[in-house]
Structure formats: C-alpha cells, structure tokens
C-alpha cells in the first residue's frame, strides 16, 4: 500500500499504484455508517454530471453523518485512493466526475442542522438543496439569495451564483463558517482569521497550525500579484479566491474554500448567511430586436433603486421550447422581440416596487412596451418562461441560448 503524497491541503495526489477495489470497497463496508456501491451500474451512474465530460468512479460512498465522512476518508487514505464530493451533480465543467471515490452528500447529509432568525444564519449540511433552504428562510421573512437556475436540486458545491445574486451576491458571499475535513483526517471550522486567533491556531500547533502557517506564508508571497491581477468583475466564480486571503480581507479561509471543488477540503457544514426579504416585489421585461442591443442596455438596468434580479434570455430558448411543445403560460406576458431582460424591483410597498419598475423601463429604449407586472402569480409565470428553459434547454445539435 502506498501512502501517496500529500499536499498542503492534505488532497491526495494519485500515485501510480492502482487501488484494490474489492479491499477498499469491503473496508469501507466495514468500517462507514452510510450506503457503499461498487457495483457498475452505481459506478456508471455517477460517472457523469452536467457537463460533456465522463470519468467512471471507483466507486460511491453517501455516508450517514460527518463521522461516517471522516470514517470513509481513512479508509480511502489507506488505499490512497482519491476523493471527490458530490452534491446533486450539476456541475458544467466536469468538476464533479472523478476517478477516485465519489463522496455522495445528497443522500443523506442534506438538512438544515438549526436555522436562527434573529442572526440571519442557518447551519447546513453539505447536501442541502437551495430550495430547502429558501423555503425555510421564507417562513421568518429572509431570503437565502444565492439561487442558480437548479435551485429545486443544487446544493452548495461551489460558488455558484444566480437570478438574485445582484442583490445577496454569490455562494462565497453568503458562507459565514465552513467545517471541513482535509484528506489526512484534520477537521477544522474556519472562518475569517484575525490575528489573534491566528497566533491562537499555531500556538495549538498540529496540521492546522502548519496549514495556516503556510497558506499565510503563500498569501505574503503573492499578495501584490494577486491585488494587481485578480479581476474585479463580479461574477468571478472560478479558480480558488486567494483575494480573501489577504489581510484586508482577513485571512479569511472560508471563502478562500468556497469553489475549491473538492481539490483542497471536503465540506462537513457550512453556516450560511440570509437577508431580509424585501416586502414586496415587481418585475419588468424588456423584449430587444437584437441580442447585442439587450446585452447593451443590461448596465441601464444593473445600477437600478433596490434591483434585487436581472437576468436575460433570447430567442433560442423560446425556439427550443416550441421545439419540445412548451409554451409555459408566462410566454403570452413576454413582450416583442428576441431577447428579453427580466429585473426585479423590491419595495416596501406593492406600488412602490411597481414603481421602480416603471421607473427603469423609462431608462431603456426598446421598441415593444416594456411590461411590468406586480402580481406574484404572473411574475412567477413570466420568470418561469427563463427557468423551464433550462429544463428543455438541451436539444442535442442546438445551442441553450442561456448565459447560465
Ligand atoms: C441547467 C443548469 C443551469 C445552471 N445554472 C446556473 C446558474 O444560473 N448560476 C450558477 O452559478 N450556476 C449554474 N449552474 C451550475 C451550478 O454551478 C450548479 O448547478 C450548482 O451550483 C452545483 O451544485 P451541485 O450540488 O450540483 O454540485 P456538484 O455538481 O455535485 O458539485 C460541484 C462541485 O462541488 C464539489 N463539492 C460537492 N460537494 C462538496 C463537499 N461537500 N465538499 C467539497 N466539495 C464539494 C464537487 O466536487 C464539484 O467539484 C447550472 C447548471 C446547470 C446544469
């Protein structure tokens, strides 16, 4: 058996031994509280995400609780075979196939440990789907603003962003606490990192002494380069954030994580952040004769008074949705043209967030009449003809015409 060789993180590098399945399977059969499959059909099962790409897995594990992932971990360090979390797999770019053994948290590790009102915080597991924990926020007047269009099964993988991000910002945004565990067995909560309770970490001395010591000699070494060259756009969801390392950030390791994709940590739980839901809403939609002409006017809409979602869509999805016979009721509210901005406005008031609305459709020229809509009903409706478009989206030989 060989050790492999560990990063700083603790991930395992593969080395060129290849891992006695049967062993590592019976092991884990053993010694895991959770479900262990093997066999070809679970393996091909999981050999794919949302994406082109296809790695077939050693095989999966979906442990019971946090020790059972702790658990499982040794054994697959044993056989030095590699690990790679999965929450519901949506994943576009092949991050969430592997060779190594998959770590399946929706099966058993997706519920909301306590939820407190007053703080705006929630402490999850890390196989909660967003819309569970939308829902539970609902029910005291916040909002978990972090809403990819998978919401009904995503979970909080990576730093995905959605329709509301413009007013919550993205998953790195709203995580306050990550506990995780690294591939040599250390489990740490981490949070931003002040520097006394970074002399308190490395007075406590072990692992996560030296992976502080480390990460901070890391962040001294780059901290120029990464000032000057990491882009300031807000959508930057990829690469590891090594900008929340630096001290004006607070050394902050949670979000440094958050996106890593597996390749440094695994998730045990996270405590997220919700914000006050606005009282009411409205929504506009713009139709556009271009797609070009949309994408121009998105910045007249991005700086509106309490903009809460923008998104945008083309005639590509309403084409594939006609190709699929859908015609999602909303479609009839949508106005002329072939490309649509959809934005929504908050208030305090059901007139107020309607004028708001109004007051942005003023700030574009477009030559179908902008549409405004404050009851919920039709704005769901109307927001529905963007979110099913994902569900019908895919029509092999045919482009999305969806940014994401
Ligand atoms: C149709 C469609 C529409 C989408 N729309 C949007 C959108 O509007 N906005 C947007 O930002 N994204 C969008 N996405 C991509 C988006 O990133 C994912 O849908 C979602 O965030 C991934 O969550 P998941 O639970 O499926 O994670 P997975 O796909 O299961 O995993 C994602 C990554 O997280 C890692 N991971 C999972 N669990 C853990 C853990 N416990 N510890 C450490 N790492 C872990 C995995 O290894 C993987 O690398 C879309 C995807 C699809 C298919």
């Not at 440094?264 to 004769?289: I, K, W």
């Amino acid at each position: 058996m060989s050790t492999g060789e560990t990063t700083l993180s603790g991930a395992v590098r593969s080395d060129a031994s290849p891992v006695d399945r049967g062993r590592l399977a019976r092991d884990l059969v053993r010694e895991v509280r959770g479900d262990v499959r093997f066999d070809d059909a679970a393996r091909g099962a999981y050999a794919n995400d949302a994406s082109l790409y296809r790695q077939v897995p050693i095989g999966v594990v979906a442990p019971r609780d946090a020790d059972a992932v702790a658990a499982a971990l040794a054994v697959c360090r044993r056989w030095s075979a590699l690990v790679l979390g999965r929450g519901s797999g949506t994943g576009l770019a092949g991050q969430s196939v592997n060779t190594g053994v998959v770590f399946d948290f929706s099966r058993h590790m997706h519920g909301i440990v306590d939820l407190d009102p007053d703080a705006g915080t929630a402490r999850v597991q890390p196989g909660l789907i967003n819309d569970h924990l939308r829902a539970a926020a609902a029910e005291h007047d916040l909002i978990f603003a972090v809403d990819p269009a998978t919401h009904d099964r995503c979970m909080i993988g990576n730093n995905s962003c959605g329709t509301h991000s413009v007013y919550g910002g993205k998953t790195v945004d709203n995580v306050l606490e990550l506990t995780v565990l690294a591939y040599d067995g250390t489990r740490m909560i981490l949070g931003a990192t002040d520097d006394e309770q970074y002399q308190q970490v490395l007075a406590g001395g072990g692992r996560p002494a030296e992976i502080f010591a480390r990460l901070r000699s890391l962040r001294d070494r780059y901290a120029d380069p990464v000032r000057e060259r990491y882009p300031d756009i807000p959508c930057r969801v990829s690469g590891y954030n090594l900008d929340s390392l630096l001290p004006e950030r607070g050394f902050d390791l949670t979000r440094a994580l958050v996106g890593g994709e597996s390749s440094c940590v695994l998730v045990l739980e996270a405590v997220m952040r919700s914000l006050l839901r606005p009282r009411h809403r409205a929504r506009l939609v713009v139709g556009y004769p271009e797609v070009i002409t949309a994408a121009e006017h998105v910045t007249d809409l991005a700086g509106g008074d309490r903009l809460l979602a923008l998104e945008a869509f083309d005639s590509t999805v309403v084409a594939n949705l006609h190709r699929r016979g859908e015609h999602p009721p909303g479609l009839d509210d949508v106005p002329e043209g072939v490309a649509w901005l959809l934005a929504e406005y908050g208030g305090d008031t059901v007139e107020e967030a309607g004028e708001r609305a109004r007051a942005a459709s003023g700030c574009v020229e477009s030559p179908a009449e902008p549409a405004v809509f404050t009851d919920l009903d039709r704005q769901s409706e109307v927001w529905e003809v963007r979110r099913s478009a994902i569900e019908y989206a895919r029509v092999p030989g045919v482009s999305s015409g969806l940014a994401g």
